[in-house]
């Protein structure tokens, strides 16, 4: 079993920067890949960014070059630092897990960039 929690939404202005947290309840390398998705009011869930237990990154094309996804191994926490915020990155952001042969989501954190 994972236990995920995010944390670190709130409401910003354009072109602003907030930095999302995911703190896990396992060590990290038992996770074959942790990431963040998003989902907007009335679209569905969205890839964000993901990181292996390797290290390698993946970042959607709506957030490349403004997002980074990162980790802590000791802190058990993978982090997404987002940069230059527009209106269209409002959504719940939720952490994933992919831990055996399942997937685990945190609750979710709100983000609101105003503009």
């Known amino acids: 079993q994972v236990q995920l929690v995010e944390s670190g939404g709130g409401l910003v202005q354009s072109g602003g920067s907030l930095r999302l947290s995911c703190a896990a309840s396992v060590n990290m390398f038992s996770m074959k890949n942790m990431g963040w998705y998003r989902q907007a009011p009335g679209k569905q869930r969205e890839l964000v960014a993901t990181i292996t237990r390797g290290g390698t990154t993946t970042y959607s094309d709506s957030i490349k070059g403004r997002f980074t996804i990162s980790r802590d191994s000791a802190k058990k926490t993978v982090y997404l630092q987002m940069n230059s915020l527009k209106p269209e990155d409002t959504a719940v952001y939720y952490c994933?897990?992919?831990?055996?042969?399942?997937?685990?989501w945190g609750p979710g954190t709100q983000v609101t960039v105003s503009s």
């Open positions: 994933n897990a992919y831990f055996g042969t399942q997937n685990y």
